[in-house]
């Protein structure tokens, strides 16, 4: 067979090998928004010119709209029901505690990373924040790195110094590193997630934010310059999440139980808690709940009244709306409005390092994110389009430049 129709399949989505070097990107908290924005201040030509073209999508995240379950999705090509990953962090019920979901020994699903690498495709990983790189690189017999904890020797290669977890640089360096290895090593599939670090505290079009999209876009650009193909997609949305007078909108639903049904009665579980909560405080918009037995029905009542919240779910019905893993989510999900987040008790979050209004993520009002190709696709009309399409739409659906290269191929071959 020939590389251009040898396939894969992974977690029932067959994947033809790339014929070409493909760069899919994860922009963390990319609210479409940002992107229209920077391209009108004329900061981003080469998005501008993906967004302006018929390769330009909006697609839905996986809800919970946080960063593990979404990067999970994309590169598994699958919603959490079958790759595990529901949250950040979540109450083990086997263990009884609450833990990171950071360990591949949660991931129930192959990636499509992994299997490529398996039938010799090369593929090279990078990702901002260390959380996600075992998850990212299980199974991968490859390149994959965090910026966070990047060696001294891919410091020197990448040629800029160590960024700070919590800055703009963070993204910059897997921007930086994408551009170095492409170069370098000219892989047939490369993996970039950037941290949301600038969209947590500038709002679409705000000078910081369009300084981020226009260092980004160089960068993309480069790599479309050096052949790659390129899908851009996120892992969430990004919206306020302020009073009118600027303060966070919070519900603190852990006060609310304890106050109603009594302590001990319900347990409030935020999946978007991770070791890095200072530009957020771990308020998102999503929340799990765990009740004693027999309490459901009245927490769940409780929950729906308060103002603020827009959906209260049992574990059945979520985990059948938003594909997720019955056993890794409560017995109810809490969803606040678009302008309001969840907290557990107002004595456990500490907003003391919030330095901006707070913008945050996790609710289904983050769940529309940019899906843009540097190559003509066909995508079927009218087919909902989410994130995790991203490597089908382009290994599969970039027909039009795949088959004209094929064709090309095979002329210079006779
Ligand atoms: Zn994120």
Same mark, same amino acid.
């Given at each position: 067979?020939?590389?251009?129709? !040898?396939?894969?399949?992974?977690?029932?989505?067959?994947?033809?090998?790339?014929?070409?070097?493909?760069?899919?990107?994860?922009v963390?908290?990319?609210?479409?928004?940002?992107?229209?924005?920077?391209?009108?201040?004329?900061?981003?030509?080469?998005?501008?010119?993906?967004?302006?073209?018929?390769?330009?999508?909006?697609?839905?995240?996986?809800?919970?709209?946080?960063?593990?379950?979404?990067?999970?999705?994309?590169? =598994?090509?699958?919603?959490?029901?079958?790759?595990?990953?529901?949250?950040?962090?979540?109450?083990?019920? +086997?263990?009884?505690?609450e833990?990171?979901?950071?360990?591949?020994?949660?991931?129930?699903?192959? =990636?499509?990373?992994?299997?490529?690498?398996?039938?010799?495709?090369?593929?090279?990983?990078?990702?901002?924040?260390?959380?996600?790189?075992?998850?990212?690189?299980?199974?991968?017999?490859?390149?994959c790195?965090?910026?966070?904890?990047?060696? +001294?020797?891919?410091?020197?290669?990448?040629?800029?110094?160590?960024?700070?977890?919590?800055?703009?640089?963070?993204s910059?360096?897997?921007?930086?590193?994408?551009?170095?290895?492409?170069?370098?090593?000219?892989?047939?599939?490369?993996?970039?997630?950037?941290?949301?670090?600038?969209?947590?505290?500038?709002?679409?079009?705000?000078?910081?934010?369009?300084?981020?999209?226009?260092?980004?876009?160089?960068?993309?650009? !480069?790599?479309?310059?050096? #052949?790659?193909?390129i899908?851009?997609?996120?892992?969430?949305g990004?919206?306020?999440?302020?009073?009118? +007078?600027?303060?966070?909108?919070?519900?603190?639903l852990?006060?609310v139980?304890?106050?109603?049904?009594?302590?001990?009665?319900?347990?409030?579980?935020?999946?978007?808690?991770d070791?890095?909560?200072?530009?957020?405080?771990?308020?998102?918009?999503?929340?799990?709940?765990?009740?004693?037995? #027999?309490?459901?029905?009245?927490?769940?009542?409780?929950?729906? !009244?308060?103002?603020?919240v827009?959906?209260?779910?049992?574990?059945?019905?979520?985990?059948?709306?938003?594909?997720?893993?019955?056993?890794?989510?409560?017995?109810?999900?809490?969803?606040?409005?678009? +302008?309001?987040?969840?907290?557990?008790?107002?004595?456990?979050?500490?907003?003391?390092?919030?330095?901006?209004?707070?913008?945050?993520?996790?609710?289904?009002?983050?769940?529309?994110?940019?899906?843009?190709?540097?190559?003509?696709? !066909?995508?079927?009309?009218?087919?909902?389009?989410?994130?995790?399409?991203?490597?089908?739409?382009?290994?599969?659906h970039?027909d039009?430049?795949r088959?004209?290269?094929?064709?090309?191929?095979?002329?210079?071959?006779?």
């Amino acid at each position: 067979m020939t590389q251009a129709t !040898r396939s894969i399949e992974v977690n029932g989505r067959s994947y033809r090998l790339p014929s070409e070097p493909l760069v899919v990107v994860c922009v963390d908290g990319c609210e479409y928004d940002y992107l229209e924005a920077a391209a009108a201040a004329g900061v981003a030509p080469f998005i501008a010119r993906l967004l302006d073209g018929s390769s330009a999508f909006r697609a839905d995240a996986v809800v919970p709209t946080f960063t593990n379950p979404n990067n999970l999705s994309i590169v =598994t090509g699958a919603p959490p029901a079958v790759h595990g990953i529901s949250g950040n962090y979540f109450l083990d019920r +086997d263990a009884g505690e609450e833990v990171m979901m950071n360990d591949p020994k949660y991931l129930r699903a192959p =990636t499509i990373l992994a299997e490529l690498s398996r039938q010799g495709v090369r593929v090279a990983v990078v990702t901002a924040k260390d959380k996600l790189r075992l998850l990212l690189g299980h199974g991968l017999n490859g390149l994959c790195f965090s910026a966070e904890k990047a060696d +001294d020797a891919t410091l020197a290669f990448v040629g800029l110094p160590r960024p700070d977890v919590y800055s703009a640089a963070l993204s910059e360096f897997v921007f930086a590193a994408g551009v170095v290895i492409m170069e370098r090593d000219r892989p047939d599939v490369m993996y970039l997630s950037t941290t949301d670090y600038v969209q947590h505290k500038h709002a679409p079009g705000a000078p910081e934010a369009n300084a981020f999209y226009a260092m980004m876009d160089r960068h993309l650009a !480069r790599l479309d310059a050096m #052949g790659a193909a390129i899908a851009l997609t996120a892992d969430h949305g990004m919206n306020a999440k302020t009073r009118a +007078d600027g303060t966070p909108n919070i519900v603190f639903l852990q006060d609310v139980l304890d106050a109603s049904l009594g302590t001990g009665t319900a347990r409030v579980i935020l999946p978007i808690t991770d070791p890095y909560v200072v530009h957020h405080g771990a308020l998102g918009s999503y929340a799990t709940v765990h009740v004693a037995a #027999g309490a459901a029905e009245a927490a769940r009542t409780l929950l729906a !009244r308060l103002p603020g919240v827009d959906l209260v779910l049992t574990n059945a019905e979520a985990c059948a709306r938003f594909e997720l893993p019955p056993d890794r989510v409560g017995d109810l999900v809490v969803i606040s409005a678009r +302008d309001v987040v969840l907290g557990t008790s107002a004595s456990r979050h500490d907003l003391s390092g919030l330095d901006a209004p707070l913008r945050s993520h996790g609710g289904v009002s983050e769940q529309e994110v940019p899906l843009l190709f540097n190559r003509p696709v !066909r995508v079927p009309e009218g087919r909902a389009l989410r994130n995790f399409d991203a490597f089908d739409i382009a290994l599969n659906h970039a027909d039009a430049v795949r088959a004209g290269r094929a064709a090309l191929a095979e002329t210079a071959g006779h």
